[in-house]
């Protein structure tokens, strides 16, 4: 059984950079035509895809805030990172991270607020 977890700080200031690790357990991050998203859902909002990376380890990023979003892995520790430079209030969500074949695995996800 896959199983994720997102972990990270809970508040972050302004200006400063976000980071978030999802750990996948139970299964290997290069399963061949996996793919690991991170989404999240602002408060009173609707899902939003932030980014992903694939089996490959080819990345793909919202151009909504692709300037600003950078998604890496560690093979060896079975990790997805992800790191959203310049955050503002605006970022303040539950961060989710998803994947597998299509979004089959989910984490249970995080909040992230941000603020001073």
């Known amino acids: 059984q896959v199983q994720l977890q997102e972990s990270g700080p809970g508040l972050v200031k302004p200006s400063q950079t976000l980071s978030l690790v999802c750990t996948v357990s139970?299964?290997?991050?290069?399963?061949?035509?996996?793919?690991w998203n991170w989404m999240r859902q602002p408060p009173g909002k609707g899902l939003e895809w932030v980014g992903a990376i694939a089996y490959s380890g080819q990345t793909y990023y919202n151009p909504s805030h692709q300037s600003r979003i950078s998604i890496s892995r560690d093979v060896s520790k079975n990790h997805i990172t992800l790191q959203l430079s310049s955050v503002t209030p605006n970022d303040t969500a539950v961060y989710y991270c998803t994947g597998g074949s299509g979004y089959a695995y989910w984490g249970q996800g995080t909040q992230v607020t941000v603020s001073s």
């Open positions: 139970g299964g290997s991050i290069t399963t061949n035509l996996y793919y």
